[in-house]
């Protein structure tokens, strides 16, 4: 159980709290109040010049009659951007022209610093999944890593990575860069 003086202090706490709550909805309802009485900032326009016109006819129908639209002049751009944008563009096609790569990922089946498990490896893929899917054997010292397929985005990979999971349950999906041919 709370001693009394902690019981007391929270007590006090709760008061502050709730009279402190009570002040500020009383504050700003007295601010919506006196912005509702203010009627010198009230809106007001008058459209029956773009109303339609609704006239009866002999035949009891009524027909719309919209009024003449206003023939404004058209004014010539004189602050363009498009010889801006046309520069950030061409040089958008160079680098675009000169990447060799792109991100993307791969599917990882082995990892491991002897040679003879990377073809081994490599060989139970074909062997399971035929020619299909294509496995790279790469060294990278001290490792040999076999990889399989080349995709542009993780939803691609999918399909393959859970085949081959059934497979090699340590396959995994890694980030890559893919070459553009």
Known sequence: MMAPHKLIIGMKKY??????????????????????????DAYA??????????????????????PEPEHTP????????????????????KLNQIRRFVDGFT??????????????AKAKMVKALG???????QYTQPKFRVTVGKYFTKLEAQKDLMTL???FS?????PEKIPIK
Request: hydrophobic share 45%.
């Open 15 to 40: 008061a502050m709290n709730l009279s402190l709550a009570l002040l500020i909805l009383q504050v700003s309802c007295i601010a919506q109040q006196s912005g509702m009485n203010s009627t010198d």
């Open 170 to 174: 340590n396959a995994i999906l890694i």
């Open 107 to 120: 599917i990882q089946i082995y990892s491991g610093p002897k040679r003879e498990d990377a073809l081994g």
């Open 45 to 66: 326009e008058d459209l029956t010049l773009v109303r339609p016109v609704y006239e009866a006819e002999d035949n009891d129908t009524i027909e719309m009659q919209t």
């Open 165 to 167: 999971r059934e497979y």
């Open 131 to 137: 020619d299909d899917l294509i496995a790279d054997i």
């Open 74 to 93: 058209v004014f010539a751009a004189t602050h363009t951007v498009n010889t801006k944008v046309d520069m950030v563009l061409d040089s958008l096609d």
